[in-house]
DNA sequence: CGCGATTTTGATCAATGTCAAAGGTGGTGG
DNA sequence: CCACCACCTTTGACATTGATCAAAATCGCG
């Protein structure tokens, strides 16, 4: 096995070979404006695996673009606990935040070997002021990115441990995979330790390590080598016991 | 005690005293403009406490401004158990989503009584193309929501209970009472349960129940008859255990 | 071959949930 | 004005989940 996800990635290109064009703030400008994006980048850049992009409490005079790796969001607390807040993949525009001359109010730790897109950050409001198309694509980026922070707080707090595991590697799936991955039994790669997996969930890596063994034993998945093999999507997704809305009980 | 929070509120009145008019999308028309939201928007609505102004899973014609009440997001599991995503405060701006015409992904209920103004959905985007300074206001409004989000995720993920119960209350005084209300000795007006604050929090009432006797044995705070007393700021910021950065130990 | 990081396992313990029942409290209707 | 009712809070006894500590086993890599 190759580990693919530290294969060194991409000389600088341009936006009009962009990967991830489609997927980010740039979006609007693809096609004819798409110089526009070209000329206010200020470079693309490769960090290695545990590298941080920023960190919490810093001032960052930059916004990236993730074009290839995986990265990690988090916070971590005085009593030493680390959160995972997101985990970003290839597409995902990370630094903006309400007041962009605040220090982060988040970190980025690179999970493999990444590679970015800059953009210096103070001329930003000026480029969504000339383009409004982009503000409306951050609006939309944004609240693309609230609604997993949603599910994922709901993950969180309101699943228990193997359900939480459960449907943690089902989103993972379906942001990798595809929504429709499923249909198969996937096999799909995911260069997260199990810690990654524990500091996402509020768990810890000695206890998720049990809860992958037990879906092991129960024959719906196994998780080695940063591979995940899903036997039994149904199972699975049963496990993962997903939002529903229930009216209250009536009289 | 006087339940406040009842008190029946607000003739619909024009946008030009529209008390949160700074406070939510509509801020890049104050003035002037005023008038082009006065336009669009649908008319006032006010709902009982406990009702939902909208619900997880079904389609929603329209997009709504808080302006007076509290109201809670949340979502529910197939196991029962809820989730509360936020607390929404008036200037909240709720039901927009990336795909406007989707099922809403959370519900939103009423804590309190509560004051609504009503925005067409279907012409939003017009709205906003119209008028770029809204699709950054809406960019700004959901950014500062997505931090409060992750905040939130941090504390049920990696704080004890009591931590979290701390934490909870401490950014509640704070979004209530303003940033500086710690201090003096604040008393706030918090018209909760302590069912909300368990389902907030990913933890059951009775928990809470045995949490807020701790933090009152303690002499830290006090919260009875919807009303919260802090008789130890310091003491309380300390046990809220507030997020830091630390770097990774060195060689 | 050896080292650091990760995974795996066992034994034990603390934090938190569950169940059940008893007090408040405010609101409503008679 | 009283009595009742629904809902919320409080408390106790007990069960369970998930954390902690410690030590092997394994793996990738130089």
């Given at each position: 096995v190759t580990n693919w996800f530290k294969r060194s990635p991409l000389v600088p290109i341009g936006c009009r070979q962009c990967p991830i064009k489609e997927l980010t703030v740039c979006r609007p400008l693809v096609g004819?404006?798409?110089s526009v994006v070209?000329?206010?980048?200020?470079?693309d850049r490769i960090l290695p695996a545990g590298s941080d992009i920023f960190r919490f409490g810093e001032g960052c005079s930059e916004l990236f673009n993730v074009l290839d790796?995986?990265?990690?969001?988090?916070?971590v607390l005085a009593s030493g606990r680390r959160q995972i807040l997101d985990i970003a993949l290839p597409g995902a525009f990370l630094g903006y935040q309400p007041d962009l001359h605040a220090p982060m109010s988040y970190g980025a730790e690179c999970i493999t070997d990444v590679a970015i897109c800059v953009f210096p950050r103070h001329a930003f409001p000026d480029l969504a002021e000339m383009h409004p198309e982009i503000a409306m694509q951050l609006a939309w980026l944004n609240s693309r990115?609230?609604?997993?922070?949603?599910e994922h707080l709901t993950n969180v707090g309101s699943r228990g441990a193997l359900s939480r595991v459960a449907h943690f590697l089902v989103e993972l799936c379906r942001r990798v995979g595809g929504p429709d991955c499923f249909g198969a039994r996937p096999t799909i790669?995911?260069?997260?330790?199990?810690?990654?997996?524990?500091?996402?969930l509020g768990l810890t890596n000695v206890y998720v390590n049990r809860l992958l063994r037990q879906l092991r034993e129960e024959e719906v998945l196994s998780f080695k080598d940063r591979t995940l093999h899903i036997f039994d999507p149904a199972k699975l997704l049963e496990i993962a016991d997903y939002e529903t809305y229930e009216t209250r009980d009536g009289p």
């Open positions: 004819e404006r798409i070209q000329r206010f980048k200020s470079g790796g995986w990265v990690a969001t988090y916070q990115d609230y609604v997993r922070a949603q790669e995911l260069p997260l330790t199990q810690q990654h997996i524990a500091d996402a």
